[in-house]
């Protein structure tokens, strides 16, 4: 799954998985797939290990007009889905797992990744 494409839709904010090439379209738009950058280093998202557990948190504004809308794990295998909204948190819980990637959506940055491995 670690070519999964993701593609947003910027009127209505729907979000969109392929795991090939697809022909995706969003409220009479034709959307093309999002081009995941690797978040740098003030970007990355924080992993704690918690009661079995990864716990992701993130420094990021989460206001109505610039937030994080979704987080992603991939693995070879897998995709997760963790959708966020404004004016929470950005948090999530997720199995612990021992490699792969997170990539998440931000309505201003665009699609970032990071690959995590369990220490
Ligand atoms: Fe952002």
Not at 22 to 45: D, F, H, N, Y
Not at 53 to 75: C, G, L, N, Q, R
Request: charged share 25%; net charge neutral.
């Amino acid at each position: 799954m670690k070519k999964i494409r993701f593609y947003v839709c910027r009127e209505c904010g729907n979000i969109i998985t392929a795991t090939s090439e697809a022909a995706v379209t969003c409220c009479g738009k034709t959307l093309t797939p999002e081009v995941p950058q690797p978040a740098p280093e003030g970007e990355r998202l924080q992993l704690e290990e918690i009661d079995g557990e990864w716990y992701v948190t993130a420094d990021h504004p989460m206001t109505k007009e610039h937030y994080i809308s979704v987080a992603a794990y991939i693995s070879d295998s897998t995709v997760m889905l963790f959708k966020q909204y404004p004016e929470w948190n950005m948090q999530f819980r997720m199995p612990l797992c021992r490699a792969g990637r997170l990539v998440w959506y931000c309505t201003k940055c665009g699609l970032l990744y990071q690959d995590i491995r369990r220490k």
